[in-house]
């Protein structure tokens, strides 16, 4: 009897095919965009995630993220058709190594918990005009620029830079740690 264990250590694309579901079922990340090759564990945080114009050939789908946690490098919903949802409850969590790109033709219904967890420079975030649950930035070194206004629950800057972009920026709350390398711009 042997073992087999996979280290995903290198990125790899994820792309989200088949319409509305839960995040965790694997039949829905495809090797690429429209593809029948299916990825044979989750996304991971070196991972980047797709849902574009091969995602949702039906109207009001939702991406259900289903799970306590799940991974992603960067997340991006360019070229999604059909007004699909992102969804989900607390106290899911979904953990971003990289940057997110949300569009206007889509919904966020997610009200768990995002955090940005670079810890390289040059990650952007786009929401055009989406409101987001609580965010934390919590990457040594990390840096993340907004490309449009932020609205959400709340903003925890733990460590790492979050530059404005003289972008307007809502939230009910703000908060920050002691004693840990942060920047707001």
Same mark, same amino acid.
Do not use: R
């Given at each position: 009897?042997?073992?087999?264990?996979?280290?995903?250590?290198?990125?790899?694309?994820?792309?989200?095919?088949?319409?509305?579901?839960?995040?965790?079922?694997?039949?829905?990340?495809?090797?690429?965009?429209?593809?029948?090759?299916?990825?044979?564990?989750?996304?991971?945080?070196?991972?980047?995630?797709?849902?574009?114009?091969?995602?949702?050939?039906?109207?009001?789908?939702?991406?259900?993220?289903?799970?306590?946690?799940?991974?992603?490098?960067?997340?991006?919903?360019?070229?999604? =058709?059909?007004?699909? #949802?992102?969804?989900? @409850?607390?106290?899911? &969590?979904?953990? %971003?190594?990289?940057?997110?790109?949300?569009? !206007?033709?889509?919904?966020?219904?997610?009200?768990?918990?995002?955090?940005?967890?670079?810890?390289?420079?040059?990650?952007?975030?786009?929401?055009?005009?989406?409101?987001?649950?609580?965010?934390?930035?919590?990457?040594?070194?990390?840096?993340?620029?907004?490309?449009?206004?932020?609205?959400?629950?709340?903003?925890? =800057?733990?460590?790492? #830079?979050?530059?404005? @972009?003289?972008?307007? &920026?809502?939230? %009910?709350?703000?908060?920050?740690?002691?004693? !840990?390398?942060?920047?707001?711009?």
């Amino acid at each position: 009897v042997g073992l087999f264990f996979s280290n995903n250590s290198t990125a790899l694309n994820y792309y989200w095919i088949g319409n509305g579901g839960n995040w965790s079922s694997l039949s829905h990340w495809a090797t690429t965009s429209g593809g029948t090759t299916l990825h044979i564990q989750l996304p991971t945080a070196n991972d980047d995630v797709f849902f574009d114009v091969n995602s949702f050939s039906l109207t009001g789908q939702t991406v259900t993220v289903n799970q306590s946690s799940v991974f992603a490098h960067h997340i991006n919903w360019t070229g999604v =058709l059909n007004n699909p #949802t992102w969804g989900g @409850n607390s106290p899911n &969590v979904v953990k %971003i190594y990289g940057s997110l790109t949300l569009i !206007s033709g889509m919904s966020m219904d997610f009200s768990g918990h995002i955090q940005f967890l670079s810890t390289a420079t040059g990650q952007t975030i786009a929401t055009t005009g989406k409101d987001l649950p609580d965010i934390t930035f919590n990457g040594s070194g990390g840096e993340w620029t907004l490309q449009d206004a932020l609205s959400c629950t709340g903003i925890s =800057l733990y460590s790492g #830079t979050l530059n404005t @972009n003289d972008k307007m &920026v809502t939230a %009910i709350g703000f908060g920050t740690a002691t004693n !840990s390398s942060k920047t707001l711009n």
